[in-house]
């Protein structure tokens, strides 16, 4: 598993595109900036943490509506217990049979993603600072120590303060970077302990979030999946590039299978096992697909295209548990096009929702999955969109 010395973050740095690793490292306690080069790099791991107490004065982000962040997270946000459910039972019992011996929030098996400032070196710390529980604001938005101070002053631009070295999470690229190196990919290992599954779609969990800003950015729902998959597409690539994981594979071609129905995943993405290609590809469909406005004819075309994909399950061409995966993709690329369709066009539809509903549930049935079944649930789907999705 991951280790935090001085040494290794350096040394890992250097590599390219791992982002799920850099990003990890960021909230580790360095400070790189993605991409960011091995010489910038030495200089950024020295950024300190002030740590979540700094931020939550009542003058800050601790006081009334309009700066009450640090209010919404402590109370509602998850990451607020993230470091807090890593006592209680199904942690001790996936650190059992990991063999983890003692707390787990000491483990980085867990804390890397849990409770990332956990397992911080020391001088990583501001002085008087103690290391945040649980996924802290830093984690998300970038070591402190040099734009604390400085962040508040109206003389300064947000792109001044991101060159110091808050994280721009504004870009929804830098968004997906930051939110898919912990809700992507569990190692095998702990996936088989009983951690529960992790699914990625950025769109979705940005808006699960109890909201601590607003982002109401012309078709943000369309670019923020997108963005997202094409995220989680590099980082996979990334993975089997390095080592290829038969466990992965298939998670892999559902992904690539799903972003190549896209305008733009067709043109960028190479098709064939070439993960190093399909990286490099997938990334710059993400930068792109950060940047690129949808129209609502393009929102609901695809909408269309995805609902009438019954025959690629009913007729198959890929084996079962490929198919599953297809499917576990499939529903939330469905869910957030129709949720901003919807938005965009006032399209109603009594029977769109619960079709959703039924062809998630099937979705998610594991080894049970049947093919058949996905396919009937995708053909309701598209009767209820012809009915009612303008
Ligand atoms: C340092 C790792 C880390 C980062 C970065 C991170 N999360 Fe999480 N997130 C977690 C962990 C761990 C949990 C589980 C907390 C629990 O239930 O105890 C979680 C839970 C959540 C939940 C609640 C569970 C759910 O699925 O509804 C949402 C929503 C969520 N995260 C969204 C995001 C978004 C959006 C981002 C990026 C802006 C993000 N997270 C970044 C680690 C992280
Ligand atoms: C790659 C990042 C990652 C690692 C490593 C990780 N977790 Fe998680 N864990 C998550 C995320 C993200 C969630 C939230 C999943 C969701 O609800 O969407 C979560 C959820 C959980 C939950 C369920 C939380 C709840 O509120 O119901 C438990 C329990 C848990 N993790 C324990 C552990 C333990 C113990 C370890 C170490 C062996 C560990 N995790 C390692 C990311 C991680
Ligand atoms: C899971 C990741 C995550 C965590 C944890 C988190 N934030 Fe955020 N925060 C975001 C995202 C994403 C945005 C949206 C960025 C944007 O639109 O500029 C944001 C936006 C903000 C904004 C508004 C910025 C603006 O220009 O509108 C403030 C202020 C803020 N966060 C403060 C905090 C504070 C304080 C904490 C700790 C209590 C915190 N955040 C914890 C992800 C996170």
């Given at each position: 598993m991951l280790d935090f010395t001085g040494a290794d973050v350096k040394s890992r740095a250097v590599?390219?595109?791992n982002f799920s690793l850099t990003i990890r490292l960021v909230l580790a306690g360095?400070?790189?900036?993605?991409?960011?080069q091995a010489a910038d790099d030495a200089k950024a791991v020295k950024l300190k943490f002030t740590g979540s107490p700094s931020c939550s004065s009542t003058s800050c982000h601790?006081?009334?509506?309009?700066?009450n962040e640090c209010v919404i997270y402590e109370h509602k946000d998850r990451h607020a217990v993230s470091y807090g459910i890593l006592g209680k039972g199904t942690s001790l019992r996936i650190a059992e049979s990991l063999g983890i011996v003692g707390d787990p929030a000491k483990a980085a098996q867990c804390n890397?993603?849990?409770?990332?400032?956990?397992?911080?070196?020391?001088?990583?710390?501001?002085?008087?600072t103690h290391a945040d529980k649980g996924v802290g604001c830093e984690s998300c938005h970038?070591?402190?120590?040099?734009?604390?101070?400085?962040?508040?002053?109206?003389?300064?631009s947000f792109q001044q303060i991101v060159a110091t070295g808050?994280?721009?999470?504004?870009?929804i690229y830098g968004r997906a970077n930051t939110c898919v190196a912990c809700h992507l990919n569990l190692d095998e290992p702990i996936r088989r302990a009983g951690h529960p599954e992790l699914y990625f779609e950025l769109d979705g969990q940005a808006l699960a979030e109890p909201p601590h800003y607003k982002d109401e950015r012309p078709s943000l729902g369309p670019r923020q999946w997108l963005t997202g998959q094409a995220a989680a597409l590099r980082e996979l690539s990334w993975k089997l590039a390095a080592k290829r994981d038969e466990a992965l594979v298939p998670r892999w071609k559902a992904l690539v299978w799903l972003l190549r129905k896209t305008d733009a995943g067709k043109k960028e993405l190479p098709s064939g096992e070439d993960f190093g290609a399909v990286q490099t590809a997938a990334d710059q469909l993400a930068r792109n697909a950060a940047k690129t406005l949808w129209t609502k004819e393009q929102t609901a075309a695809l909408l269309k295209d995805y609902a009438g994909l019954r025959a690629e399950f009913s007729e198959?061409?890929?084996?079962k548990a490929e198919l599953r995966l297809r499917a576990e993709v499939l529903v939330p690329a469905l869910d957030r096009l129709w949720r901003a369709h919807k938005k965009e066009t006032g399209a109603e539809s009594a029977d769109f929702e619960p079709a959703l509903d039924h062809a998630n549930l099937l979705a998610r049935e594991?080894?049970?999955?049947?093919p058949a079944k996905f396919a009937s649930a995708l053909e309701e789907l598209q009767a209820a969109f012809a009915k009612g999705g303008k």
């Open positions: 590599a390219p595109m360095s400070a790189l900036l993605l991409h960011a601790g006081g009334g509506t309009g700066r890397v993603c849990h409770a990332p400032m956990q397992g911080v070196p020391l001088e990583r710390l501001m002085k008087d970038g070591p402190a120590e040099n734009w604390r101070l400085f962040h508040t002053r109206p003389d300064v808050m994280r721009d999470l504004n870009d198959p061409k890929a084996d594991g080894e049970d999955f049947d």
